[in-house]
């Protein structure tokens, strides 16, 4: 019996998969003090001496192995200067966010808001305006009838994050709308990771309320407000404005964004800070003022998401993204992976508030 176990043991470890696992651990185990020094850069610390940057290296491998927290979250909540394992347990690291969500929401609803042509068709109402999904080459037909009724729309991956892949289609008089949906329609259903093909999803721009686009007029800039949905009550929780810059057509802070925390109960920003730790007071381009910038309609956006939130009842963790339309708040997208980035923006964590969550979840 023990030589069957050695036998299969040894052909484990000798089969490919085995074998690419234990090259990609190597590989990746190299490829960490670059990663971590690439961060450091970002971050303003490029200049600090090979010493300096290797004992912030070995404590952010700490920080890693001990607490989950990434080289990236080392750096965003600022460890550099929270020097104690009391200061950045009050945070919660990207790896216990997931697990905190995985266990509030159904697994089946993934099906759902992994991909965004899912979340158009479950939350249509909530979407107001025109889309379609891109999906095979028998769409371009519908795509070019849907670009001959709008001549402005907004094209995007339906599986990928960040505003990546996201680009606006402005339709002109005398283009050939035929040989745009065709090219449309191959960028997009294409699109894959691995052996999954994804597609895309094509919908109506949004045309914002001036109050916001004044803010940054190439990006629709939205709000994202977290509910948790208790069996009594929806939590609103932790809302941000993202706010785009330059030439962006997405608000992402992925993108160069701004994300701006904004408080509960006035619609009030309190700060503003990109992913780099750089805080605005205004805006770098408009000029505009971020702080004390009150969001319009701010109740109306509270309400919105609270109804939405009933709609998956078994998903009671979404991150709404919505936007304030001429005509009122419309949802932009939702997932239930979304990130709690105020950590960032407030350098405040959120554990405290979470646990207070969990446990009226837990009872």
């Not at 610390?45 to 607490?67: I, Q, T, V, W």
């Not at 991909?115 to 305006?129: H, I």
């Not at 999904?133 to 990928?160: G, Q, T, Y």
């Not at 919505?322 to 997932?335: C, K, T």
Request: hydrophobic share 40%; glycine share 6%.
């Amino acid at each position: 019996m023990r030589g069957l176990i050695r036998l299969f043991g040894r052909w484990i470890i000798a089969s490919p998969l085995c074998v690419f696992l234990i090259r990609y651990r190597r590989e990746r185990s190299k490829r960490q003090p670059y990663v971590a020094y690439k961060n450091m850069e970002s971050f303003g610390y490029g200049n600090l001496s090979d010493a300096e940057k290797k004992a912030m290296f070995e404590d952010m491998r700490r920080c890693l192995k001990e607490m989950h927290f990434s080289y990236y979250e080392y750096l965003a909540y600022n460890f550099v200067e929270k020097k104690t394992d009391e200061e950045r347990l009050a945070f919660i690291s990207s790896y216990e966010r997931k697990a905190i969500i995985r266990k509030m929401n159904r697994r089946q609803d993934v099906q759902i808001f992994g991909r965004k042509t899912k979340v158009a068709e479950k939350f249509s109402a909530f979407l107001n305006r025109d889309f379609l999904a891109i999906e095979s080459p028998k769409d371009v037909a519908k795509l070019e009838v849907f670009l001959n009724k709008h001549k402005r729309a907004i094209v995007k991956p339906v599986s990928d994050s960040w505003g990546r892949g996201v680009k606006i289609v402005n339709v002109k008089a005398g283009d050939d709308v035929h040989k745009l949906a065709s090219e449309l329609v191959q960028e997009y259903a294409n699109r894959r990771s691995g052996r999954t093909r994804f597609g895309g999803i094509v919908e109506e721009v949004v045309e914002q309320d001036e109050r916001l686009a004044v803010l940054h007029p190439q990006s629709v800039n939205s709000v994202r407000i977290t509910t948790f949905r208790l069996d009594s009550r929806t939590i609103v929780f932790e809302p941000f404005l993202r706010v785009g810059r330059g030439d962006a057509c997405v608000d992402n802070a992925g993108a160069g964004g701004i994300m701006c925390p904004v408080h509960l109960d006035t619609g009030v920003v309190f700060t503003a800070r990109d992913k780099h730790g750089v805080s605005y007071d205004k805006h770098p381009e408009t000029g505009v003022q971020l702080v004390g910038f009150q969001v319009p309609r701010w109740n109306e956006a509270l309400e919105f998401v609270r109804k939405a939130a009933q709609v998956v009842p078994t998903t009671r963790v979404i991150g709404w993204d919505v936007a304030l339309s001429r005509d009122g708040w419309v949802l932009i997208e939702a997932n239930n992976a979304g990130e709690w980035v105020t950590q960032e923006a407030t350098q405040h964590g959120l554990r405290s508030k979470v646990n207070e969550i969990l446990q009226e979840f837990n009872k």
